[in-house]
């Protein structure tokens, strides 16, 4: 009895195979007559890519992916251009860079008139009570570089509240009327990990530095769910006309979080999106159990985003050695490691729990004592596949790069920031320091695994400026063509490694993504320039042709 259903059920199956044998599938997509550079190092090179699905299952040349062709096939003829798996973002801060895209943008302002200026235009157009944000401001391309103050506002927004960041994030400047909402005065002192600016008299100025900042951002009101909605829109889109086709989402509100799921379920991602909250939170994402990489190919979760200092711009990183042009300022250590056993505490709870690891660290002493925790985290609970991150690695100690390789500690750097800061950092540091900043090679000759992002909105999100970055070394003053520390440089393939296989390992999916192989995800990215074969200066200039996520195109620039 047994035996005859079985041979009913295994007849029908083995007649299905067998058809399948004789009419194998075709692709979906094929993209051919390309210059394939597929970072995948048993095959570094090929013509011709084919998609099934939403997966690759062919990469060769253009007669060997021919034969995944149908009547049906969409068919891209490349025309020769370089075609690379998608860019995955390492650090992003998403939602803020979506609301970036149409808030108040002062990065570009060069004095304080202009400043001035241009916040009371927006001031104008401003309904009663609404918050002008944004800002990005800069000071340091002010002659004289000085920080702003409220009275430079004040005077255009009488009843606006204003409240405007540092292109850096670690800084921002209040006007009077955030400054009353939020209750500050010449009383209010300087909380752990944060700084009130204060004139002659002791009167806060309105710049409040990094967790100085939390009193303002107790009155800031929430922002609604379609306000979020809208800047996830736009941030996509963005995402996508950049080949930008993975992100790793540092610090998102839970709301934010809802909003990538709505939009997931309705269809709607085209960025891959990894999300790591606050570890200050970390007993949410314990309490329900999710471990790292948990989710599915477009969102997931189970990472954990801590900040154990500030910044180079801001003077709130932290050193070993105080600034050259401050010698008694070492910078500061975040609320979150004062006391340290409130960071070493949360650590080993998320550790135990099998989420992932990314801090903020970008003074020398303040990557020393992660280093320091991460090292106890493995003492305490053994050896482990954890994927540690410091997130920025800024400035190493020279005793710090073998003992990053030792703790496989992931480096997610984002090259831009060294062709900014490196406009100033020597000034700050000296020569000493600065020669380990942003040391890309130097990590490398360790055998530490670089994962390379923007942190945009501290920096713009396209990836060509990001090569451009770590490939020249330039700095943006055009003062070090040559590039700055150059012995840092790296080559065009290892930049693109670092950005694609690099992140994706960053994020547990190097089996998924990161390279152009058969039976990874179709993200691909087609660009207008062979950025391995131009001048290293142009790469900024190249443009994206078309984006693929999951095998669908979801940028095309003939198509806008
Ligand atoms: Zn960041």
Redesign the pocket.
Known sequence: MKINCWILVLIPMICVLGAWAQTKPSANLIITNAKVWTVDKAHPTAEAVAVLGDRIVAVGSKAEVDAWRSPQTTVIDAGGKLLLPGFNDS???FVSGGLQLDSLQLNDVTSPAEFARRVGERAKGASKGEWITGGDWDETKWNPAQLPTKELIDPVTPETPVFLSRYD?HMALANSVVLHLAGITAKTPDPPGGTLVRDAQGNPTGALKDAAMDYVYKVIPPLSHERIVKAVRRALAHAASLGVTSVQN??PDYADIAVYAELWERGELTTRIYAAPLITQVDDQVKIGVRHAFGDSFLRIGALKGYADGSLGSRTAYFFDGFDDQPSNHGLLSDEMQPLSLMRNRMMKADQAGLQLCT?AIGDQAISIILDLYGEVVKAHGDADRRFRI??AQHMAAKDFDRFAQLHVIASMQPYHAIDDGRWAEARIGHDRASRTYAFRTFLNHGVRLAFGT?WD?APLNPMLTVYAAVTRATLDGKNPNGWFPEQKLTVAETVEAYTMGSAYAEFQENEKGSITPGKLADLVLLSEDIFSIAPTKIRDAKVVKTIVGGKIVWDAAKQ
């Open positions: 650090h992003v801060h994030g540092m610090n903020h997130e920025h942190d501290v």
